[in-house]
């Protein structure tokens, strides 16, 4: 949850926000004319955010890795197609 404030308010109350973080109070979500701009959150959302944000770029990089070997295995099949399909070819004189 979270509560929302003007911008104006948040630089007013600035230091009464951050006291409610520190003790537990909810997020703040900070407006400029009615549009959300920012977030004002705890240290350990922060610290939360930032480990989701590592464990998905890990995910992502783990994916990408496991994408290259399954491209790298099915070039390496169409290689060695390439070549026995070239052997035959040269033993022969025609495709079979």
């Not at 701009?37 to 992502?60: F, N, P, T």
């Not at 496991?66 to 070039?75: G, S, V």
């Amino acid at each position: 949850m979270y509560d929302e404030m003007a911008i104006h308010r948040v630089r007013i109350e600035l230091r009464h926000v951050v006291d409610h973080l520190a003790t537990g109070g909810s997020r703040v979500m900070v407006l400029r004319n009615g549009v959300p701009v920012a977030g004002i959150v705890a240290v350990s959302d922060l610290l939360g955010l930032e480990k989701a944000d590592q464990g998905r770029m890990e995910y992502h990089e783990h994916m990408s890795q496991a994408k290259l070997r399954e491209m790298q295995w099915l070039k390496s099949g169409l290689d060695a197609a390439r070549q026995e399909v070239k052997a035959r070819i040269d033993r022969h004189g025609t495709r079979r």
